[in-house]
């Protein structure tokens, strides 16, 4: 089945260094939408991405999407500990079930004060 | 923004017990509501997909008769864990979407559910 594959599944970084987070599908996706986790807390929605080679920021967050639209990166400049949770991606693939979303099994963020 | 809210929060119940979870869409009308599993520390499973006045489309390896969907209207959707075991222990999470597909889902604050 289609699989979006995240990783690194965990990052330890001190407050001020930058993170970067990566997922790649083996088939081209429809979009790509990231969602970050709090411990204990529900996903929230950041942000979609929908054409090839698309950029978008976010304050400290960079999102890119491939031009090939099969993988994406989360990137933060300065993490504040604010940042800690986990991020997940999750693709949207064209066809049956559009409306479903794979998620990745996400890169949990710790920020060192 | 869109709000969903899943209640109850948290249940603690001996085994052989059904709980009920219960998924509204409050601001929103969502035809397509999903539900997750989610073990410790690791991503969102999807086990189902919920759709308004029809039946609801389970992913393998789910079984419909233990995981019951009820998606009766367009704010509500409901998830029955029949005769919960302590393997069923998880946290549980609906999410939903409105009509415009590509739309983000939002989802619920989650069900954290313990068989004893």
């Known amino acids: 089945g289609q699989q979006v594959m995240q990783i690194p599944q965990y990052q330890h970084v001190q407050e001020g260094e930058d993170f970067t987070t990566y997922c790649n599908s083996s088939?081209?996706?429809?979009?790509i939408q990231w969602y970050k986790q709090r411990p204990g807390g529900h996903p929230v929605f950041l942000i979609q991405?929908?054409?090839?080679?698309e950029v978008k920021k976010q304050k400290r967050l960079t999102f890119q999407f491939g031009e090939a639209k099969k993988n994406s990166s989360l990137h933060i400049t300065a993490t504040q500990t604010t940042d800690v949770g986990t991020y997940f991606c999750a693709g949207r693939y064209s066809g049956a079930g559009s409306y479903q979303l794979t998620f990745g099994k996400g890169t949990k963020l710790s920020v060192i004060p | 923004g869109a709000v969903v809210s899943q209640h109850p929060s948290r249940v603690i119940c001996k085994s052989g017990t059904s709980v009920k979870i219960e998924c509204r869409s409050l601001?929103?009308?969502?035809?397509?509501m999903f539900w997750y599993r989610q073990f410790p520390k690791q991503s969102l499973m999807l086990m189902a997909t919920s759709n308004e006045g029809s039946k609801a489309t389970y992913e393998q390896g789910v079984e419909k008769d233990k995981f019951l969907i009820n998606h009766a209207s367009l704010t509500l959707s409901t998830l029955t864990v029949t005769s919960a075991h302590p393997e069923d222990s998880s946290f549980y999470i609906c999410?939903?979407?409105?009509?415009?597909?590509?739309?983000?889902?939002?989802f619920g604050d989650g069900t954290r559910l313990s068989i004893l």
């Open positions: 088939t081209t996706l429809s979009n």
């Open positions: 999410s939903a979407t409105d009509r415009v597909l590509n739309q983000p889902q939002h």
């Open positions: 991405l929908v054409k090839s080679g």
């Open positions: 601001d929103f009308q969502a035809t397509t």
